[in-house]
């Protein structure tokens, strides 16, 4: 039932036995919707990706944008996708049905995405964005912008971006320095320069609508005084047309993979009239914003887990086909070789892909539908369910991320010379894989979110729900024979994550804050693997209690790699923990002590 | 003292401190030579890699090769990199006079293989097989093959290449059908097809010397029926010219990366006129391979730590340079932003690099001295320099692969997104890097080869070996204040290696052969970590003497900063034993005994 780059049985798998999708329609938000329409958004985001994008995946690499004298020529499958999405209904479909959109939930659309990012990335990332940048205006726009915008965007007309980075401010938002001077025209005029903004500029839309962050003159210093403001390419005059509104495109970057996409470098008001539209209000930009980047983050994830999804079904294809040696116990070479699938070192190679991938999956599908809770579920849930998300979202945009990497490294490993060479996907895929941990926040960036915002908030409220949580599954685990091994060994990790963060927040106490956070990262990654390994453990929960059900389940086969792959998780991956744990415990600050001169040569 | 991609101070720190290179001018072999000659060898090597090869990096990698009927076009700094390298001597550098060769060390001479590989890995391998290739020929030729094929190949005008893969055999060495017929003419027929042979055909050389694997008619099956044979693309003739051999370049490969060099595919006898000379007896060709591959597999270890070292330092260079963020304990926002370096998560990641190239450079050396020796040592001592050289070389080969590829991906991190763009050479390194864990024997064969073979060989002596080695090294770094823990630590580490490797051998002895290999690659990685550990820990005991003797060395800041690595190594890579360990121990057959069907979805 896998295609190419996908398996559908595991997606429903996830969305209806571990995830109770059709639950959602419960809720009144969700209430048009039933099992029968999910499945079709499926089947149609499927075809989409299967008939229009994947067979454009190597050449989008080949022929990548191109720029010439501000303009960026892009692939003709960017228009007829962006047209597609929007006729489809895509681009809006989160959206409720006042702003145009389906109120379908994220739940959902997150597979498709994930369908349509395991097709294509680069192709995939055009309507998401536009999706975000749209909900922005949306959700912070006035009722004028909102007209003016989001229905060209949701038809998937014009292209929606987040125009954050400056050359001078990387990961550091406090250092932004693009300028919006204010007019009484109900517009502000902006001065300044953007870098790395995906789709800043390309000819598969009629336009580009810049969600864009600037200082008014006169703010406050560093985060606080960031607006958020529209600034479109082509701005709406009073006749019903577009006009230029000084919004150049200077230049396009030559990527590594990804390169489906164009990365801008935009320059505003190089002739004074780059007129911006202030979202919400003046100096609350960051906030505005980070509604959108919280979700890019998990999107990110998805991205991750997309990609290497691919790569492990064209290597698990190739494994099966390539012939090649012999059982070790068996070397007569008067034997005929063996599909490399047979080899114990390719199994675990294949394992590994697939824990990362599904257990990375089984995650972002948590998330997305903890989103869903927090817009739609019943009032008295949503704080909660917010606080959750709040928690795994560094771990869902960094785990996929970071992992995914080493995912499509493995995949391409399984076809030696080959994963190597252009006659396959894998390099594709490996090079493509690769800018997650940079994009939305970098892992660094996501390991202080992490330990010195999401474990410290509220006094540790999200923590101690996080823990909760594994803990309800672990005891649910219990119960099922085959995993109740993994279960306690969990339930060890749980225990010791618990000593360990006791530790670094007795540093914070202490107010040693440099060596607090001097190893936020390799926390990240630790805790990253508990919560994959508790993802393991409730889609195996589900897995099994089918298994018992019914033994000669016509699944049995899906149901069992479920449970071979979680033991794999949890006798490969999970014991990295301990020598992440000692780490941590050190504490010793040797990185933020050291003198720089010391890598003097 | 760093140049852009290499440290002349680290390379003279293992050649004369730590390794004690000119010790080696004692032996009759290489009387000749001093430090004088050795420094201007280093200095010739850093200028050729220096002036023509970095230079051109991006550039052969921008231009790879290009194939047009039957012909391969490179970059035409590969014909003066080729002349040059033949002028200098330095293709025969390590050859005995008799044959030409200059009689230097290979401890020195892998110094200026890695100065070249890390200024530009592809360029360097072209005399680097040539050397191989013509080695193999002087060790095993008859005195006309010597003196036919070893004067124009140390002199650069031929190239030297290694060819043994074939379509139906990637790494099953057991399966090669490339067959050769006898004939009364003193040379064979040969009907045939190799595949992914690196530099087997291109026009920086007047010719090409393929040394082939193949079998001899009637030659019993598997590896004891394979011959080695030089079949040149283009043969002598009585008259003093060439002629073509009947060996047709049928295409390149188009590569992730390593793209500078041309990876070829070669059709042997279309005409049945491919004649080709046996090397040494038949059927003993894969002995006499071994010897080439042996070396080459620590040359792969050597290319893998000359990219990484090429990545760290330019990542190096620019976390110095880029200025971004604020202290953590310091954001005042009106404060200027400080150099990355600043940062704890950078410093780590920028450890991370130097723990991994400096501890792998520091292995690939030790071995390189063990491969001298071995050759040129005191009789009585060869056969043991010999063992543990066997013991090493999976573990030279693959650390620096496996590892180099997630230090150069580190380096790229550094960077943000200017790592993922080619403004800068990191997302060129990373691609270039990934073959490395796949030539000459992927990492999964280099697993089986350290555990299937190398650890039970002679009843365990090369292991028990290996282990005195180590034990020595820690009670010297007993004596040293600053690295007494780090002894401690490595010790604990041994004791529970030996307890490990006895588990699994011991499942050996109850013939379960498959479970005992299923993780033969995690138990490389294993074996590796405590490798470089010791590693660490000698160069550690070198530098705490130097400062110890003159705490106002002018060089404090570096033997500080090997200090200050090697503690980094102890605390962050040490660690991920405990995690292998304990999977190691488990060995319950995971992957050895799933059925293949469970991927099925």
Redesign the interface.
């Known amino acids: 039932?896998?295609e190419d780059f996908v398996?559908m049985?595991?997606i429903e798998f996830l969305l209806y036995e571990v995830l109770d999708a059709e639950s959602l329609c419960e809720l009144p938000y969700f209430s048009e919707h039933d099992r029968e329409i999910f499945d079709m958004v499926l089947e149609t985001g499927l075809r989409l990706g299967a008939d229009e994008l994947f067979p454009v995946l190597a050449q989008m690499d080949k022929e990548a944008p191109t720029f010439n004298a501000g303009t960026v020529t892009v692939a003709p499958v960017v228009r007829e996708l962006l047209q597609a999405c929007g006729e489809g209904g895509w681009i809006g479909a989160h959206a409720s049905f006042e702003l145009g959109g389906q109120q379908l939930p994220d739940t959902l659309l997150t597979m498709v995405r994930f369908i349509l990012g395991a097709a294509n990335y680069s192709a995939s990332v055009y309507p998401v964005l536009t999706t975000g940048a749209a909900q922005l205006i949306g959700s912070f726009g006035s009722q004028e912008l909102i007209d003016t915008y989001v229905p060209p965007m949701f038809e998937g007309q014009w292209q929606g971006t987040m125009a954050m980075?400056e050359p001078?401010?990387?990961?550091?938002l406090?250092?932004l320095e693009t300028r919006a001077a204010r007019t009484d025209q109900g517009y502000f005029l902006l001065t300044g320069q953007k870098?790395?903004i995906s789709c800043g500029e390309h000819d598969g839309a009629d336009n580009i609508v810049n969600l864009m962050l600037a200082r008014i003159e006169g703010a406050p210093?560093?985060?606080k005084g960031i607006s958020l403001f529209v600034v479109p390419k082509l701005r709406p005059t009073a006749g019903g047309g577009l006009e230029p509104n000084d919004v150049l495109c200077t230049g396009i970057?030559?990527?590594?993979?990804?390169r489906g996409a164009p990365?801008t470098q935009l320059e505003m008001g190089e002739q004074g009239d780059c007129r911006a539209w202030l979202v919400g209000e003046e100096n609350h930009g960051l906030r505005y914003m980070f509604q959108m980047m919280n979700e890019a983050r998990v999107g990110v994830g998805l991205g991750g887990t997309a990609i290497a999804t691919a790569a492990y079904y064209a290597s698990?294809k190739y494994a099966?086909e390539r012939?090649?040696?012999?059982?070790?116990?068996g070397?007569d070479?008067?034997a005929p070789?063996v599909?490399i699938?047979?080899?114990?070192?390719?199994?675990?190679m294949?394992?590994f892909q697939?824990a990362i991938v599904e257990g990375s999956l089984s995650l972002i599908a948590y998330c997305a539908k903890l989103i869903d809770l927090t817009h739609a579920g019943p009032e008295e849930g949503r704080a909660e369910h917010a606080l959750l998300l709040d928690f795994l979202t560094p771990i869902a945009k960094t785990y996929p991320s970071e992992m995914g990497?080493l995912s499509v490294?493995t995949g391409?490993?399984c076809l030696?010379?080959y994963?190597?060479?252009?006659?396959f996907p894998l390099?594709q895929y490996?090079?493509d894989a690769?800018?997650h941990?940079?994009?939305e926040g970098?892992?660094?960036i996501q390991?202080?979110d992490l330990l010195?915002r999401k474990v410290t908030m509220q006094k540790g409220a999200a923590l101690a729900l996080f823990l909760t949580r594994v803990k309800e599954t672990i005891a649910e685990a219990e119960t099922h024979e085959a995993i109740a091994s993994e279960a306690k060994r969990l339930s060890d990790a749980l225990a010791q994550l618990e000593q360990v963060t006791g530790r670094l927040v007795s540093l914070a106490g202490e107010g040693k804050?440099?060596v607090f956070?001097?190893?936020?990262?390799?926390y990240l990654e630790y805790v990253g693997i508990i919560t994959i390994a508790w993802q393991w453990l409730s889609q195996t929960i589900v897995s099994e209690a089918a298994l018992a059900q019914d033994a000669d389940n016509p699944d049995a086969?899906?149901y069992?790699?479920k449970r071979?792959t979680c033991?794999?998780f949890f006798?490969?991956e999970l014991?990295?923990?301990?020598?992440?744990a000692?780490?941590l415990l050190?504490a010793?600050g040797?990185?933020?002590t050291?003198d720089?001169?010391?890598?003097?040569?």
Not at 575 to 580: R, V, Y
Request: aromatic share 8%.
């Open positions: 039932m896998a398996s049985r595991n980075t001078q401010a990387g990961s550091s406090t250092d870098i790395f210093a560093g985060v970057y030559h990527k590594l993979g990804y990365i698990l099966r012939h090649q040696g012999r059982p070790v116990a070397k070479p008067a070789q599909p699938i047979e080899h114990a070192d390719v199994k675990r294949l394992l697939r990497i490294s391409l490993q030696g010379g994963g190597y060479c252009d006659e390099e490996y090079r690769r800018i941990p940079i994009h970098t892992t660094g390991g202080m010195g804050v440099e956070l001097a190893d936020a990262t390799l086969n899906f069992l790699g071979t033991h794999y006798r490969y014991p990295k923990c301990a020598g992440l000692t780490r050190e010793d040797l990185t933020a050291m720089p001169a010391l890598f003097e040569d």
